[in-house]
């Protein structure tokens, strides 16, 4: 390689990788992430304690079948409900203090059975807290169940018998790609790859916004013009986008072997029968290679604001047209998944300034023909060649125009003109 | 072999509508010290910015040491800008290897060539620290030890002397003509004529982009020199002013400064002089550099004007 572009790519490298920032994020990053990942399975796991509900029962009939049926409901393999005996006192009476138990904390709440619900099918459940969807869904499966079984008796059926015949489909879904077959875990891979796409989203747009700093920086402390003396601007751009795209890369490095090993020592022990996804090798292939790719495209942009304002506050009016795209990317990705395979979604995975995470989200769900991901990356490498072009014209004007703020005509007669 | 450090023909630079630099040629010899001068907004950076490639020229080619200006031409030059700057937050010994790294100085030599230099300077005790944990004189010198670190053969310096105090005046002016006895051709951008009067050459003088006057100082100086005369005596001279032939009359308290107009003979006035006053002194001097540049900048904005 070039020795000066080198000595560039060195220079940026290590200024990134030494400052605090760089290493409390690297070092931090996987432990954050992690106890994202185990903290709710464990709380789901251990929440040990008990819903105490009491059962409302105007039919006179049904209580100690529903007080039954959720005691033995099953959560997992853990009971959900703590059911204190009930009493035969008059309804009024009872609702009254029940309501006076809920209030107070002695119950988390009751359920209201009236007269007519074997045949209206509708309950009531009274709670200071209504929004613990999983334990008030097993709730209402438990009591429905009671009352499906009566049902069914009462037209001479034999529920026990009803139940194994209506015994639902069990269907598993196998994603078949070149790779070969996988089981596919459904809401575990959805998750995992909405959080890849979002990781690589803010690494690109947090990664650029340093390179618009750093250029900021050397505006401020003058050596702009040093380094322009020796250094074709072109070679200075790459230089800084290859510097600070290793930088972000490292990190990766280290969050991946460190949560690697995280995931081998706690979190297999915390989470039992979860385990990660299995990434392919293109899935990981293809992060990087869309990383740097779209990091590159997007961090030029930010270069080339750079350059052309003084502050970083007079950088904000620019920058929001240049994010603009990456956020319509990002809403877009509910479309994508729906049909990774459908004509938006091809289309918008062709586009440079979206494939990085339009493409990497269609690789990740199923693995779209070879000749489109190649497409897909052509483009975007023709587009970066355009991006880094345009930004380093800005870039020669740019570092030398103090004080005023240039308006967008005036950054496009930059480009034509130097 | 072409005995030019650079050369400069029909250089023109225009920004938004104001013109900065006319239509300038300019022939720097190898092996000499040559001053840039002019009021400011002269056009003298833009000048220095394009030999850098900074800017483009609108019209003109430029030479260096013989060869049509390109990059591996301009890694031979050393040129620290008037605006100082370096790396904030890299370490100095990082910073000076890098900057000559940029110039294409193998890191290793270049850590070897360092040594002497920071002794020089007295910055040993320094080169691991953070350059903004230097005072601004010493981030002068670091400065210039990053523009010469990669032995540049042409060194190109905007304003070397601006913020410097005398101290560090000395220790750069040293070092700039050591560089020129091992053979380095220097050209300094400055409006200070005393500076320049006790480096170069060799100056041009340009004022609104244009170039108005170009040659060696000595030469320059026996142009300008023949109609200024230096006068004591005693008794009253205020006559002299009114003398035919008398351009301007300066008084320095212990002599007057007369300069005459052109094709007036300074033994009319030795006459006229010796006549009527008792004279401890007539000498026919040459004028400063600084006359020169204010009479002939002067002269000039008229004729422009």
Redesign the interface.
């Known amino acids: 390689m070039n020795?000066?572009l080198w000595?560039?790519v060195r220079?940026e490298y290590l200024?990134r990788v030494r400052t605090r920032g760089f290493l409390v994020a690297t070092i931090l990053g996987p432990v954050i992430m992690s106890a994202l990942m185990t903290v709710p399975m464990l709380v789901a796991r251990s929440s040990g304690k008990l819903l105490r509900v009491a059962v409302l029962d105007e039919t006179g009939t049904l209580r100690a079948r529903v007080e039954e049926a959720l005691r033995s409901a099953r959560f997992g393999d853990k009971p959900r409900f703590e059911v204190p005996p009930g009493s035969e006192e008059p309804l009024e009476v009872r609702q009254a203090e029940l309501k006076k138990a809920v209030l107070d904390g002695r119950l988390d709440g009751y359920l209201h059975l009236p007269k007519d619900v074997l045949t209206s099918g509708v309950a009531s459940y009274y709670g200071r807290n209504v929004s613990n969807r999983m334990d008030l869904g097993l709730l209402d499966r438990s009591t429905g169940e009671v009352l499906v079984g009566l049902r069914l008796a009462d037209a001479g059926l034999d529920p026990a018998k009803v139940k194994d015949l209506t015994r639902p489909l069990d269907m598993t879904t196998i994603r078949l790609s070149a790779a070969g077959e996988h089981e596919d875990r459904g809401i575990a891979s959805l998750i995992f790859s909405i959080t890849l796409m979002m990781i690589l989203y803010t690494s690109i747009l947090m990664w650029g916004q340093l390179v618009m700093t750093s250029v900021i920086?050397?505006k401020t402390?003058?050596?702009?013009?040093?380094?322009?003396?020796?250094?074709?601007s072109t070679q200075l751009l790459w230089g800084k986008l290859l510097g600070v795209g290793a930088a972000g890369l490292t990190q990766f490095l280290v969050w991946a072997l460190s949560l690697l090993v995280l995931s081998l020592v706690t979190v297999g022990q915390a989470a039992g029968d979860f385990r990660m996804p299995e990434s392919s090798p293109l899935v990981l292939v293809s992060f990087v290679l869309f990383f740097l790719l779209g990091f590159f495209f997007y961090a030029a942009l930010y270069a080339s604001i750079g350059a052309a304002v003084n502050t970083v506050q007079e950088a904000q009016n620019f920058v929001f047209p240049i994010v603009m795209p990456l956020i319509i990317g990002l809403m877009c990705f509910t479309a994508v998944l729906e049909s990774p395979d459908g004509g938006l979604a091809i289309t918008l995975s062709m586009l440079p300034f979206l494939a990085p995470l339009i493409m990497f989200l269609r690789i990740v769900v199923l693995t779209p023909p070879w000749w489109q991901i190649a497409l897909s990356l052509l483009l975007l490498g023709f587009g970066i060649l355009a991006v880094v072009w345009v930004a380093a014209r800005i870039y020669?004007v740019g570092i030398?125009m103090y004080g005023k703020k240039p308006t967008f005509p005036e950054l496009v007669r930059w480009v034509r003109h130097? | 072999m072409n005995d030019n450090a650079l050369v400069l023909k029909g250089i023109r630079k225009a920004f938004a509508g104001h013109v900065a630099v006319q239509d300038l040629s300019l022939q720097v010899p190898r092996h000499c010290v040559f001053g840039l001068l002019g009021p400011n907004g002269a056009g003298k950076t833009t000048t220095l910015r394009m030999v850098m490639d900074i800017l483009g020229p609108d019209a003109g080619t430029i030479e260096i040491l013989g060869r049509p200006a390109d990059h591996a031409a301009r890694d031979r030059i050393g040129y620290m800008p008037e605006e100082r700057g370096l790396y904030p937050r890299m370490v100095l010994e990082e910073q000076l290897v890098f900057m000559a790294a940029i110039k294409g100085v193998p890191r290793k030599e270049a850590e070897k060539r360092l040594g002497p230099w920071l002794e020089r300077f007295s910055l040993v005790d320094w080169r691991k620290r953070k350059t903004n944990e230097l005072s601004k004189g010493m981030q002068q010198k670091a400065q210039f030890i990053a523009t010469v670190l990669h032995e540049p053969e042409v060194l190109i310096m905007d304003e070397p002397t601006s913020g410097l105090d005398p101290v560090g005046m000395d220790v750069m002016r040293d070092a700039m003509l050591d560089l020129r006895r091992g053979g380095t051709t220097i050209v300094l951008s400055s409006h200070q004529m005393d500076t320049v009067e006790r480096l170069c050459d060799r100056v041009a003088l340009i004022n609104r982009g244009e170039k108005i006057l170009d040659g060696a100082v000595s030469e320059v100086k026996a142009r300008h020199g023949k109609n200024t005369v230096a006068l004591a005596f005693e008794g009253d001279g205020s006559f002299i002013e009114l003398l035919p032939g008398v351009a301007k009359v300066t008084d320095f308290g212990q002599y007057l400064e007369v300069r005459l107009r052109d094709g007036h003979d300074p033994q009319a006035l030795l006459n006229e002089a010796a006549a009527r006053l008792r004279l401890r002194r007539f000498e026919i001097v040459q004028p400063s550099l600084h006359d020169i540049f204010v009479e002939t900048v002067t002269r000039h904005g008229k004729e422009a004007a």
């Open positions: 020795a000066k000595a560039i220079r200024e920086e050397e402390s003058r050596v702009i013009e040093v380094m322009a003396s020796g250094v074709p020669r030398l130097s």
